[in-house]
């Protein structure tokens, strides 16, 4: 019932700018923290940035300091990941994660997530 779709992917050179966004449907969305999450082939699912239900507070992955930003509108249940100086090595589907009263001391940990968007590709051309 509770679905969170990702848009905003592309191909991007580097240095480049993209921001993806996620809606949530099925839940009221003021109770959730967010979190995106990345996962390149090969690789781990790997933290990027999360945000809190309240406050907000912000949390970032020290591989996107400085570069990317997370932010949330709730007057439109959506999260987004602002990313900027775009890298080769930032190639990856980022996927879009929910937690209701998401901790902060949990935000970085994909298994304290309940729900998950289906991904959108991101690819940075050098």
């Known amino acids: 019932q509770v679905q969170l779709v990702e848009s905003g992917g592309g191909l991007v050179q580097a240095g480049g700018s993209l921001r993806l966004s996620c809606v949530v449907s099925?839940?009221?969305?003021?109770?959730?923290?967010m979190g995106w999450f990345r996962q390149a082939p090969g690789k781990e699912r790997e933290f990027v940035a999360a945000?809190?239900?309240?406050?907000?507070?912000?949390s970032n992955a020290d591989s996107v300091k400085g570069r990317f930003t997370i932010s949330r509108d709730d007057a439109k249940n959506t999260v987004y990941l602002q990313m900027n100086s775009l890298k080769p090595e930032d190639t990856a589907v980022y996927y879009c994660?929910?937690?209701?009263?998401?901790?902060?001391?949990?935000?970085?940990?994909?298994?304290?997530?309940?729900?998950w968007g289906q991904g959108t590709q991101v690819t940075v051309s050098t």
């Open positions: 945000i809190t239900r309240t406050g907000p507070t912000t």
């Open positions: 994660a929910a937690k209701s009263f998401l901790g902060l001391s949990r935000s970085g940990q994909a298994a304290a997530y309940d729900y």
């Open positions: 099925g839940a009221t969305f003021r109770f959730y923290g």
